[in-house]
């Protein structure tokens, strides 16, 4: 266990824009995972956009939300070490999901250790600095006075507006959704690594990615990770620093 990090599994995986919308395979197949992490002792990091949208008061939930996060919530009582970092469709999940559904909530970063390799999390979606209308819009969006101001509106109306948004946004902003900027993300690892960190893990662009920046060392490295429902798969970490991106299957472990 490295020093100084309260975060600091042995086995961890991690995965990323699930994007669950409904009751159906990917949102079933999402709970037998972390079930399978809970049974093996695995540390399981969302790294956002886990639901097409979700907002932090219970109030604005969706109906097919409300079985998932309860079972997260069980599986946690029962012992499963669950961490989220919050993505470009989260918002404000910490107050009421902090210590509840998950062990810990970011609003934009995390850091854990596994074994003795340093990993700094996030979801990706400021990485890309030329993306000037996303951030502009992250900047209204994520604003908290403005967020109070919705959230007072009667549950039904706020829903519908929010569904109505988000299929918006699946149509908006097509040239930077569409391609990959490994320049800025690369930028983005290489000033993480002059800090002491082994391992940057990302989500957001739904691209899976393993980039090495040291030749047959296993340290420095830039794991971005896929849409979880197009194939279901995430990355893992050991303490003994074997690591690498895998495919959900129920008869096999999460960990090799």
Known sequence: MEKGFPI???RAVFLSDAHLNQDDVHSRTFIALAEKAAAENVALFLLGDIFDLWFGDPNLTFGFQKPVVSRLRELRREGLRLYYVEGNRDFYLKKNHEGHTFDSVAEAEMRAAVGE?????????????????????KAISKNRLAFGTVSVLPPTIVLALADRMERKLKRTNKHFRGTFPEKECREFALREFAAGTDFVILGHFHSERLLRFEKDQPT??????PSWREDWRYFYLTSSGDFGFRAYDAAGPLVP
């Open 8 to 10: 600091s599994p042995d």
């Open 117 to 137: 390799k340093r990993v700094f999390l996030s979801h990706g979606d400021t990485v890309n600095r030329a993306d000037v209308a996303y951030r502009f819009w």
């Open 220 to 225: 420095r490295v830039l794991a971005v990770l």
